[in-house]
């Protein structure tokens, strides 16, 4: 498994932006799919994005929440073992604990992970959008 940990939340004014970072541990980040949740108050943590890991039928593919898309963008640099989320036009609905997850192998686009999938887990970073 890797160590995760995640940076970059914030107190953002709505239709601002942040980026998140989670930083990983090990030598085999690359082989990892990385995917972003969140859990507002009161609510279920979320799926929010992932980025998969390259393999001879995924291409390092992205997937987004509908509720997300053509906001956010997840990307990831392998060489220094970092996945990133860039949010933008953030909205008071935003407003949660994001937290950066792994799962071991490639995943499949169109098809909605479930946090059963990734096997570890950061402690979050908490995002806070107001009217």
């Known amino acids: 498994q890797v160590q995760l940990v995640e940076s970059g939340g914030g107190l953002v004014q709505a239709g601002g932006s942040l980026r998140l970072s989670c930083a990983a541990s090990?030598?085999?980040?690359?082989?990892?799919?990385m995917g972003w949740f969140r859990q507002a108050p009161g609510k279920e943590r979320e799926f929010v994005s992932f980025?998969?890991?390259?393999?001879?039928?995924?291409?390092?593919?992205?997937y987004y929440a509908d509720s997300v898309k053509g906001r956010f963008t997840i990307s990831r640099d392998n060489a220094k073992n970092t996945v990133y989320l860039q949010m933008n036009s953030l909205k008071p609905e935003d407003t949660a604990l994001y937290y950066c997850?792994?799962?071991?192998?490639?995943?499949?686009?169109?098809?909605?992970?479930?946090?059963?999938?990734?096997?570890?887990w950061g402690q979050g970073t908490q995002v806070t959008v107001s009217s």
């Open positions: 090990g030598r085999t980040f690359s082989s990892y799919s």
């Open positions: 980025v998969s890991a390259i393999s001879s039928w995924s291409g390092g593919s992205t």
């Open positions: 997850a792994a799962h071991w192998g490639p995943l499949r686009v169109g098809f909605r992970p479930l946090e059963a999938d990734f096997g570890s």
